[in-house]
């Protein structure tokens, strides 16, 4: 029988590092017309539904919101028809799980109908200590260093991925 000793404290020393680190995600979309015109209406209707539906999905931990609990406009991404969401998970696999694996994959297959197509990647993924709240500047920042750099430790996508002890250094 092989010894497998080795993988076992790997895989309880990346355990114990991913309860350390959550997993930040900012997205932006910009929207084909206003919130308030018929063209939205399909996404307008499933938003509410959507945040629910990711507030008691396994691993959310926190969203950015309004004081009234709406979709969140931010200056930062400047143009009224910007889109900005900030969320933390505990891990990749409990975000992708809501997007893909849950109703809200019907949004995202129609996307297209509400958005515009990014001529760069509109989301970004990090780490982050457990319990920390991101920015939306810290958001910004990783947009930036993602589209100036591409995916790295510090911003990367579901397409290239990079665990959290990539961070902790040597």
Known sequence: MADNSHYRTSRDRLHSVTRQYQLAQANIAHMRAPLDDP??????????GLNALA???PGFIWRLQTE?????RVA????ERVLFNL??????????????KSNHVQAVQKRAEWFKRSTKPPLVLWWVVAGHMPTEGEAERRFELLWQNGPT???????TRFEPESQLGP
Not at 76 to 79: P, Y
């Open 68 to 72: 009234e609990g709406e979709i969140s």
């Open 153 to 159: 430790a510090d911003a990367f996508t579901f397409r």
């Open 87 to 100: 969320t933390v998970w505990e891990s990749i696999e409990s975000l992708e799980s809501y997007v893909y």
């Open 39 to 48: 063209a939205m209406a399909g996404f307008v209707d499933r938003i509410e």
């Open 76 to 79: 930062t991404f400047s143009g």
């Open 55 to 57: 507030e008691v999905a």
